[in-house]
């Protein structure tokens, strides 16, 4: 399904270049799909990808192998953002052991291209990873029925407006430093 999701805007002229994912995970999926995105990249897509905050930097290490490293040329038009928040009932003090609190985020899996009228949208269960892809019994539905797509795109932007002050800088993911890449709240 995101395979026909990304072919629709490189089969389609569509008026509004956007691509959006929303998954709390990513494995090496991106690379299955990395040639698809690049081909949006090059036609006048922007990318936005919203994903839950980590504290691991493998996770940031693997985003970047997968994805950015791939499409580096255009990360003018991608943009990353993280929504994760600490969890209401735990206390933050400024003595305490940052990397132990506990965090939650984006649960949604949502995808859209384009606009309502003209783009797509796939919402379902799947990360955007192998096991969801090959081995986990997922569902998901895609769909070009605008009153879906406008419902999904409202909520990804309803999502992404409130992640703006967690939008990542590209330059800082395209060249892993050899430092760990750990956000200065947890460190």
Known sequence: MTDRL?????ER???????RIMTPF????FN?????????LEQGFEVRLLTRHTKEQWEWQRLQRNLLSEIKEHRDRITVRTYSRFKEQQRVKPDMDFRKLGEFGIHGK???IGQPGEGAALLGSANFMRNSYDWNPECGIYTERTQFVD?????FDIVWDISESDELSMERLQAIPDRKLVPTYYS
């Open 6 to 10: 990304f072919s629709l805007g490189l």
């Open 13 to 19: 002229d569509l008026e509004h270049k956007i691509l």
């Open 26 to 29: 990513d494995d090496n999926t």
């Open 32 to 40: 299955e799909y990395v040639s698809q995105i690049r081909r949006l």
């Open 110 to 112: 949502v995808q859209t």
């Open 151 to 155: 419902a999904a795109i409202e909520f």
